[in-house]
C-alpha cells in the first residue's frame, strides 16, 4: 500500500501527500475531502479503502490516522456549489481545499482519480489510487468519517429525511420521502431523479 509513496521518498520528495472524496454520487449534502500526509515509511495495514471497511472500523482508524499523521486536511464543498460548478468540479475543489487546510505544505501529492488539482506542486493522478496509496486510503476514511457526521448533524436539522441512515444517498426510503415533501435546502437540486416525481421545492424544517 506504500509502494507509490516509497517512489517519491527515493525522489527526495519528504512531505507526500495523499488526497480523496466522499460523497459524489448522493442526492443531498456536501462533497467532501481529505488530504494525509504520513511520517517517512509510515506503514499501517489496516488502513485501506474506506469502501471496504465497516463504519466501527473507520471510526477506529479516523482516530489512528489524526494521531499518526504529520498533517490532515479536511475541505469541503456543499450542495449549492455542486449545483453552480457540477460535482467533478466540486470534488476537485474540496480537495484542493483540504491540500491548503494541511499544516505543512507537501512537496509531492497523490490524488485520487483521473485529476490533478490545481496547486503548484509535483502530483500523480491514481486511479482507484485508495487501494493503491496508504496515504490516499488515509484520505478516503478521513473524507468518509468527516462526511458522515456532518450528515448526521443535518439529520437533526432535518429529521424527516432520515440522513442519519442514508447519509443522503438515494436509497429507496429517501426517494419516497423526496416524493412526499419535496427537496430542504441541502439537496442536489442538479442530480435529476428519474422514473420520480420529486417535489422541485425547499421545505425548511429548522
Known amino acids: 500500500m506504500n509502494t507509490f509513496e516509497k517512489r517519491a521518498y527515493c525522489d527526495g520528495y519528504r512531505w507526500v501527500a495523499g488526497v480523496d472524496e466522499a460523497g459524489r454520487g448522493p442526492l443531498a449534502g456536501p462533497v467532501v475531502a481529505a488530504a494525509v500526509i504520513f511520517p517517512v515509511g509510515y ?3 489496516k488502513i485501506n479503502d474506506s469502501k471496504k471497511l465497516t463504519a466501527r472500523k473507520r471510526d477506529e482508524l479516523y482516530k489512528t490516522i489524526w494521531e499518526d499523521a504529520v498533517a490532515v486536511g479536511v475541505g469541503v464543498a456543499e450542495a449549492d456549489v455542486i449545483d453552480r460548478i457540477n460535482i467533478l468540479q466540486a470534488s476537485l475543489q474540496a480537495m484542493r481545499e483540504a491540500v491548503l487546510d494541511l499544516s505543512k505544505i507537501p512537496d509531492f501529492i497523490f490524488v485520487d482519480g483521473l485529476y490533478t488539482l ?3 506542486a509535483p502530483q500523480k493522478a ?4 485508495d487501494a493503491l496509496s496508504i496515504s490516499i486510503a488515509a484520505a478516503s476514511i478521513i473524507a468518509k468519517v468527516s462526511r458522515d457526521r456532518i ?3 443535518y ?4 429529521p424527516r429525511y432520515n440522513f442519519q441512515k442514508n447519509k443522503g444517498y438515494g436509497t429507496a426510503e429517501h426517494r419516497r420521502i423526496l416524493k412526499e ?4 435546502k441541502i439537496h442536489r437540486r442538479s442530480f435529476h431523479l428519474k422514473n420520480t416525481d420529486v417535489l422541485q421545492v425547499t421545505i425548511d424544517w429548522s
Open 151 to 153: 450528515m448526521e448533524m
Open 43 to 45: 506503514q499501517n495495514s
Open 118 to 120: 490545481n496547486i503548484d
Open 155 to 158: 439529520h437533526r436539522q432535518f
Open 126 to 129: 491514481l486511479v482507484k489510487g
Open 181 to 184: 415533501i419535496g427537496m430542504c
